[in-house]
């Protein structure tokens, strides 16, 4: 698979439009908890907003708080949300669409627990806008390969309507 090519693709334009999922959802972090391992101050995605199956394609939010204490580091003149941390928000909304697919259902079980996961690498990622603090972010994450041990995604976080960074990672699943 030629990631730079996808990498490049989708720095200007949304992987897939918002308006256009399959199902429209509007899970809180309430139910995400129920699927990915993540807790807070460390689960950064907010709410899913969409998934579609057939695309293999899941969409969600996050607000970003002028409140979170990164912003008195990073930096103190001219705030913004870290790359690092945009890299973490669609890799979870990656772990979410994983639950989806692996259980060909748009609905989160009674009894959901988080598959086991451990990130294995950073293929790329572009940084195109920064993202500043008081704004809801919009995620997208897609799946690229799955393997049952490996699964790739490209993911993006857009701001203001434009993509502030797309990248391509991989996780393995430890279950």
Sequence with gaps: MDYESLL?????????????LAQKTSFNKEDIHKI???RDPFLLVDTITGIDLTQEVITGERYISP???LFKGHFPDFPVYPGSLQLEMVGQL???LHYFIEKKSTRIEEGASP?????TRIIGAHFLQPI???RTVRLIAKKLEYDTFFGTIIGQVISDEKVCSVSISEVCFTD
């Design 94 to 96: 990656g772990l979410c």
């Design 115 to 119: 598959s086991g996961v451990r990130a």
């Design 36 to 38: 990915i391992p993540h």
């Design 8 to 20: 490049k693709e989708f720095r200007k334009k949304p992987i897939v439009e918002f308006n256009s």
């Design 132 to 134: 500043l603090p008081d």
């Design 67 to 69: 409140d979170e204490p």
